[in-house]
Nanobody
Framework: QLQASGGGVVQAGGSLRLSCAAP????????WGWFRRAPGKEREFVAA????????SYTGSVKGRFTISRDRATNTVYLQMNILKPEDTAVYYC???????????????????WGQGTLVTVSS
């Protein structure tokens, strides 16, 4: 039910913006998150935004480089990724909680809806 897009190939130091759309359904009471799975690794938390949109959180390796935001009018969440590094290469997944009641948005189990993933490749 979520559609992630915006992945591609970029050189180190470049930028990409990922989008996650939810057509045909309202996610006004949902928090959103971005996760990624690098080659040979487990899927890990990247960033999250609260259901109100006022609180954001990031994993340490992307703080200061990535920004998560949401547009309620279009039911879309974004992940702006700047100063990309080769270690950011991964399939990126967006996710949304089912309700506005959750405890820790870094945990994958908090999310009910998932997108299909979009591949980001950063060349050195």
């Amino acid at each position: 039910q979520l559609q992630a897009s915006g992945g591609g190939v970029v050189q180190a130091g470049g930028s990409l913006r990922l989008s996650c759309a939810a057509p045909g359904r309202s996610f006004g009471n949902s928090a959103w998150g971005w996760f990624r799975r690098a080659p040979g690794k487990e899927r890990e938390f990247v960033a999250a935004i609260s259901w109100r949109g006022g609180d954001t959180s990031y994993t340490g390796s992307v703080k200061g480089r990535f920004t998560i935001s949401r547009d309620r009018a279009t039911n879309t969440v974004y992940l702006q990724m700047n100063i990309l590094k080769p270690e950011d290469t991964a399939v990126y997944y967006c996710a949304a909680t089912r309700t506005r009641f959750y405890s820790d948005l870094k945990l994958q189990d908090e999310y009910y809806y998932w997108g299909q993933g979009t591949l980001v490749t950063v060349s050195s």
